[in-house]
Nanobody
Framework: QLQASGGGLVQAGDSLRLSCSASRRTASNNGMAWFRQAPGKEREFVASINWRGDSTNYADSVKGRFAISRQYGAGTVNLQMNSLTLDDTAVYYC?????????????????WGQGTQVTVSS
């Protein structure tokens, strides 16, 4: 139900834009978020956005570099990633919250995309 795209191989300092599409029925009134999981590490929160697209939250590690966005009530969420570093290498997952807002708790999300690989090389 969630289709993520936009991952790839880039060099450190480059930018990448991820997109995730969910049906309006699934996500139009729900918060959405991006999480990521690097090899050998637990899944971690990256960014979230509320259903209206006017309230966002970011992990400290990506603040000032990443920007999450969506259109009002739309089922598509984007993640603009700038100034990528080697530490950003991971599989990125989009998710739909049970709530109207987003947060960093994975348990609040009941729909998950299949993941898209982002690899940053030096």
């Amino acid at each position: 139900q969630l289709q993520a795209s936009g991952g790839g191989l880039v060099q450190a300092g480059d930018s990448l834009r991820l997109s995730c599409s969910a049906s309006r029925r699934t996500a139009s009134n729900n918060g959405m978020a991006w999480f990521r999981q690097a090899p050998g590490k637990e899944r971690e929160f990256v960014a979230s956005i509320n259903w209206r697209g006017d309230s966002t939250n970011y992990a400290d590690s990506v603040k000032g570099r990443f920007a999450i966005s969506r259109q009002y009530g739309a089922g598509t969420v984007n993640l603009q990633m700038n100034s990528l570093t080697l530490d950003d290498t991971a599989v990125y997952y989009c998710a739909v919250s049970r709530r109207a807002y987003g947060n960093s708790n994975p348990s609040d999300y009941n729909y998950w995309g299949q993941g898209t690989q982002v690899t940053v090389s030096s």
